[in-house]
């Protein structure tokens, strides 16, 4: 059972640098969601999507695209990555509503220089 | 607005000890619902527990117990004669129409 899938795990950018991070779920899960952890911070939610073709923006949007063409992937793009932007992020899934316990992908350590 | 405080930010207790974790929400909706993850040090999210916001039961699983409070908006978490394995981040969560986490508390189980 892969479950939700993330790639890369680890990351180094150079500012200004742009990377797609990919998110792959085989559960049929309709909602798809990203977030980024911070020391002292805890989980917060970049973007989310409630199913293919829509997203939504979540708590801290801004620097971050995001895309969902088929169902099973979530794509977190940085455009023009800054310093700021060095975190572990997160991919999630759920099946159908926001009520649903969450599965976690293992993380994407990215480092901005 | 949404909003999930866990106000003690780290917690060391010794071996065999009780421990319990805070909570406080704030929402505006009457449905809603209330989670617990656990982070361990290897970083994997692992899900603990789900209540919903009618249901004010008391639960306890083995050596865990939530206590919901609709009165208070709280949803603590103890843990009973705790366990070095159970040192971790805990993190508590709020969802009605997204999912937000509160910054999380880490506890350490010392031996």
Known sequence: NAGVTQTPKFRVLKTGQSMTLLCAQDMNHEYMYWYRQDPGMGLRLIHYSVGEGT?????VPDGYNVSRLKKQNF???LESA???????????????????????????QLSVL | A????????????????????????ETR?????????K???????????RRNSFDEQNEISGRYSWNFQKSTS???????A??????????????????IFGKGTRLHILP
């Open chain 2, 74 to 80: 709280s949803f603590n978490f103890t843990i009973t």
């Open chain 1, 55 to 59: 997203t939504a923006k979540g708590e």
């Open chain 2, 2 to 25: 949404q909003k999930v405080t866990q106000a003690q930010t780290e917690i060391s207790v010794v071996e065999k000890e009780d421990v319990t974790l805070d909570c406080v929400y």
């Open chain 2, 29 to 37: 909706d009457t449905t809603y619902y209330l989670f617990w993850y």
């Open chain 1, 82 to 108: 800054a310093p700021s932007q060095t975190s572990v992020y997160f991919c999630a899934s759920s099946y159908y509503r926001t009520n649903e316990k969450l599965f976690f992908g293992s993380g994407t």
């Open chain 1, 75 to 77: 794509l977190l793009g």
């Open chain 2, 39 to 49: 982070q361990p040090p290897s970083g994997e999210l692992v899900f603990l527990i």
């Open chain 2, 82 to 99: 705790s366990q070095v394995v159970d040192s971790a981040v805990y993190f508590c969560a709020l969802s009605d129409d997204k999912i």
